[in-house]
């Protein structure tokens, strides 16, 4: 094991269907792409640690915050399974868009400062009225 392996989250545990996957954290040029579905995803879950219900986020979904979900459970499923294909990686993130959504808010949350995380978030929703 590498020096930096050790001190890195090699994977979360999260069920589907009665079935364990274990999800690894985004790398770090993936954090444009996180930040942009964080946005999406704000205030859609009033209380730390509620569940998104998908069937209200597709309500306020742009084209931006979908693409850079889409782009992060890709990456998210490749990094965790790379031996699947990407047509079943596709299919599989539609499917379960928010248990993965929830899941790796929460890995990769835990692997940023929450101070960092609330002033880009500031920083985003300040541009949008700009």
Known sequence: MSKFTKHLALGEKIIINEEEFILKPLSIEY????????????????????????????????????????????????????????EERKAFGLKYMGELMNKIFEINSSNINNAEVQARLKALKKNEHT
């Open 31 to 86: 954090l444009p792409e996180f930040f942009s579905a964080m946005k999406s995803f704000s205030g859609l879950a009033n209380k730390k640690g509620e569940d998104i219900d998908p069937s209200e986020f597709f309500k306020s979904m742009d084209r931006e915050g979908s693409s850079a979900i889409a782009k992060i459970i890709d990456e998210t499923l490749r990094l965790s399974y790379p031996d699947e294909s990407a």
